[in-house]
Nanobody, 121 residues
C-alpha cells in the first residue's frame, strides 16, 4: 500500500504565495509521474501540473508563469510553489502519483486526501 500526504495549504491574500508538499510512502519501487490537481466548489477536478521521474514538466495554461512544480526523487516528494495567487486559484489541491509497487512493479495510481487553498481578494 502507498500513502500520499499533502501539506502546506491555507489562507492567503491575492498576490501571495504558498508552497504545497506531497510525500509518498509505502511499498514503492519507483514513482513515474507525480502531479497536482485541483477542484473548486461546483467544478470538475482539473490538472494543475505534472512532472515525470526524469523531470519533464507540464502546466495548465491557467498557472503557467505563476506555479512551479518540482520533485525530490530521493524523498518521494513533489512540491508546487504557487506565486501571484488569485481568488480563482481557490480549490482543494490533490496530489497524484503513478507508482510501481511491490516486487512485481505493478503500476498503480494513488491520490492524496487533498489540502485546501483559499485566496482572498
Amino acid at each position: 500500500q502507498v500513502q500520499l500526504v499533502e501539506s502546506g495549504g491555507g489562507l492567503v491574500q491575492a498576490g501571495g504565495s504558498l508552497r504545497l508538499s506531497c510525500a509518498a510512502s509505502g511499498s514503492i519501487f519507483s514513482i513515474k509521474f507525480m502531479a497536482w490537481y485541483r477542484q473548486a466548489p461546483g467544478k470538475q477536478r482539473e490538472l494543475v501540473a505534472t512532472i515525470s521521474s526524469g523531470g519533464r514538466i507540464n502546466y495548465a495554461d491557467s498557472v503557467k508563469g505563476r506555479f512551479t512544480i518540482s520533485r525530490d526523487n530521493a524523498k518521494n516528494t513533489v512540491y508546487v510553489q504557487m506565486n501571484s495567487l488569485k481568488p480563482e486559484d481557490t480549490a482543494v489541491y490533490y496530489c497524484n502519483a503513478a507508482v510501481e509497487v511491490g516486487p512485481l512493479r505493478i503500476e498503480r495510481d494513488y491520490w492524496g486526501q487533498g489540502t485546501q487553498v483559499t485566496v482572498s481578494s
